[in-house]
């Protein structure tokens, strides 16, 4: 249903197609000279004393309907502006990784149950997001874990120390068949469950091993 309103210089127009007065912004696009006649036919006042149209003049009186414009001549609303910065360097991982191409496998998750069953994940130092995404850092083909940040799992080299974190997702998952609200430390062979694919934790960095202390010949 059209909705029809006035603006403040008399023009009628159906505000649920226009954000603003389409009659206005046409005069102020061609000049003081444009008038509307009562059937709101657009027409220049100085070359025509009435609408070349309907023969009728800006004065004239008449009930004739609104005569709505295409959408397309409409005034687009008007689109903010912002300060842009401009950074064309990529966010790089902090790594005391030397010597090697790209960084180094700390430990693996293992999918022991689910689409990909026997298939195995390595996990990263710092931050690895887990999700369906081809953006995500370990992604599971499972649909019912999220797209994006369903859990994450960080290594953390200082302590030698996997930790299991709750993502942004709305979805649960679980930590030996326990929900995970809060990071949570990860030890071997724990099993993390995501959507319907169950994960073993199988740690290569800690106590034992490390790859800071292996670079340093301990």
């Known amino acids: 249903m059209p909705n029809i309103v006035i603006c403040p210089n008399g023009h009628q127009f159906d505000i649920s197609q226009y954000s ?9 696009a061609f000049g003081d000279n444009f008038v509307y006649c009562p059937n709101k036919h657009l027409y220049d006042a100085s070359k025509y004393y009435s609408c070349p149209v309907c023969g009728l003049s800006n004065s004239s009186e008449a009930n004739s ?24 360097n990529l966010t790089q991982r902090v790594s005391s990784f030397a010597g090697g191409k790209g960084e180094p496998t700390v430990g693996w998750l293992v999918c022991i149950d689910g689409a990909e069953l026997g298939r195995s994940f390595p996990i990263k130092s710092n931050r690895n997001f ?10 599971i083909d499972d649909p019912a874990v999220s797209r994006e940040k369903h859990a994450i799992v960080t290594y953390v ?15 649960l998952f679980y930590l030996n068949n326990k929900v995970v609200l809060e990071n949570e430390v990860l030890t071997a062979y724990d099993r993390v469950t995501i959507g319907q694919t169950t994960l ?16 340093e010949g301990k």
Not at 20 to 28: K, N
Not at 68 to 82: D, E, F, H, R
Not at 130 to 139: A, E, H, K, Q, Y
């Open 20 to 28: 603003s007065c389409p009659y206005c912004y046409h005069q102020q």
């Open 65 to 88: 309907p609104t005569i709505p414009l295409s959408p397309a001549l409409a005034p687009a609303a008007p689109q903010p502006q912002y300060d842009t910065v401009q950074d064309d």
């Open 130 to 139: 887990i999700g369906r995404s081809l953006t995500m850092d370990i992604v």
């Open 157 to 171: 080299p200082k302590q030698k120390l996997f930790i299991l974190q709750p993502g942004d997702s709305h979805e």
């Open 200 to 215: 073993l934790f199988i740690p290569l960095c800690g106590e034992n091993f490390s790859w800071e202390d292996f670079q």
